[in-house]
Structures are given as C-alpha cells and as structure tokens.
C-alpha cells in the first residue's frame, strides 16, 4: 500500500522487491568485499552496484508514476538476471542469497 496514496498500490510488490533486492546487492557487496578472493569478485561488485542502483531507481520511477516505468523495469529484469548469474557463480550463502533476490526482483520488474 502506498504511503501517502493508493495509485501505487499496483505497484507495491515490485516497488517492495526492488527496494530488497538492492539491500541485498549493498550487503553482499560489503560481504564480499571481505572475502580472500575479493580481486576475482572485482566485476562482480561492480555489477552488483550496478545492480543496486537501476533497482531503487526502479523503485522511485514507479513511485513517481513515471511514463517510462515499463522501460526502467525491463532494464532493471535484465542487470538483475546479469547479477544474479554473477552471484551464483560463489559458493557463500550470502552471493547465492543475492542471487536468489535478484532473480525474484527480475521476475517481478518483468510482469510490469
């Protein structure tokens, strides 16, 4: 349900996976920065904020009721499938959860 109105409400779900979905790129970020192999992640991390940034715009065209809200998301689906392939590559619990946020906020940003 929208904050302060209710013409977002058909958007509400994808609006709520994209804002989880780029906490999720932003704390595997942190997380994988941490990690021994963090110079065969470099790419990755880089996606991943990629990822986490088309997602919260994502989330404010569609709270905006932007005219291009269908574009966005499509762009959005697409670096998230990209993020969520690159995730799914290591083995931590924490790149195959992102993964995981990724593919349900692509799959989400693609039904809009």
Do not use: W
Not at 40 to 61: D, P, S, W, Y
Not at 65 to 80: D, P, R, V, Y
């Amino acid at each position: 349900m929208g904050v302060v109105t209710t013409n977002t409400d058909k958007m509400q779900s994808c609006i709520d996976v994209c804002s989880r979905c780029a906490q999720a790129c932003q704390e595997c970020i942190r997380l994988c920065l941490e990690e021994p192999d963090v110079a065969a992640r470099k790419e990755h991390i880089k996606n991943m904020m990629g990822c986490a940034a088309i997602c919260k715009e994502a989330a404010c065209f569609m709270e905006m009721e932007s005219t291009h809200i269908k574009e966005i998301c499509q762009l959005c689906a697409f670096l998230c499938e990209e993020c969520a392939s690159g995730c799914a590559q290591f083995q931590d619990e924490h790149c195959q959860k992102c993964a995981a946020e990724c593919r349900k906020c692509a799959q989400e940003c693609r039904s809009m």
